[in-house]
């Protein structure tokens, strides 16, 4: 019983947390990794591009909920998914055609774009702040918990119980239908395979008749998409904060890194390590091996090696030695 005590708790605050979060990683990094590849330029804008998504997506839920309007247990932020999702292409495409367009009829240096991405970087992140606030905002309802902590103890009988939330459950669940979306038309569809032969090669897709705008203007949408829906599960997971989604970027950006870059799979890859490694790190293990531990041996300490302040260092103590020994990823993609 023991052992079963101390495999749930480590499934409640371990390894459930930590899928979860891999899973928004997982999509994040995905659209890091779709600019890399394509448009060849570290987007350094992405982590607020989630935010601005986020943001309409948490407005027309507001709205949606002052009158009325609900999907029972599940998120109310579903249905207004689309409108964010729509509200960041929008967002992406006036950016690419204002701002990235010059820099890439002038041929200009990927590092040119990432010092132009910063820029851009800091004009959306105000306007998201002026618009919604630099506060908290939780846009969550419905059902809290698929699972509850008690529920859970009343079936078993185990004195640990098993919480899952709705929210981590939904994210897994809409990660890998977008992931599969992704892999299907960039593999099935004419359009995808463009994006694939221009990524690969540029000059022998010109030549083949690839229209280079209209590849552009794909890879903006569909990262647009992922950057509002890794944004929006993130803020129901947790809450939604501006400052937080700018924070987000070296761990979604070590994702990328460790998988790959260039590599869709490598950025999947990428985004489950990175998460399971800040989780292990920054867990308190007191109670797990106060259940494994032979009796009147418990830890008195805590038995956390980081404190969940310092999260973040772990993704780019990673990052620094995948850069240093592998700079390729775990997938092989582009050196950095």
Known sequence: MEILNALVALSNFVL????????????????????????????????????????????????????????????????????????????????????????REQKAK??????????????????????????????????RFLISARDFKKMTGLDEGLAIKTTQALTVVVAVI?????????????????????????????????????????????????ATTAGVLYGLDKSFKPFVYFQLLLPIFASAIVGGLGSPLGAIAGGFVIAFSEVTVTYAWKKVLGYLAPEGMSPDGLVQLLSTDYKFAVSFVILLIVLLFKPTGLFKGKAV
């Open 178 to 226: 977008c992931v599969a979306l992704l892999f299907w038309f960039l593999n099935r569809t004419r359009t995808g395979k463009s994006m694939r032969a221009y990524s690969d090669n540029e000059d022998l897709a010109l030549l083949s008749g690839i229209n280079p705008e209209r590849v552009v203007m794909y890879t903006w949408l569909i990262v647009a998409a992922l």
């Open 16 to 103: 459930i947390p930590a899928i979860a979060y891999g899973s928004q990683l997982a999509l994040g990094a995905l659209g890091v990794t779709l600019i890399y590849g394509i448009l060849r330029f570290s987007n350094f804008a992405h982590g607020d591009t989630m935010a601005f998504g986020a943001m309409i997506t948490v407005l027309v839920t507001w709205w949606m909920q002052s009158h009325g309007i609900h999907l029972g247990p599940l998120p109310t932020a579903l249905l207004a998914l689309p409108f964010g999702i729509l509200g960041c292409m929008a967002l992406v495409l006036v950016t690419d055609r204002a701002v990235y367009r010059f820099y």
């Open 110 to 143: 990927p590092v040119i774009l990432v010092i132009v991405s910063m820029g851009v970087m800091f004009i959306m992140n105000g306007l998201v702040r002026f618009i919604i606030g630099p506060n908290d905002q939780n846009f969550a309802d419905g059902t």
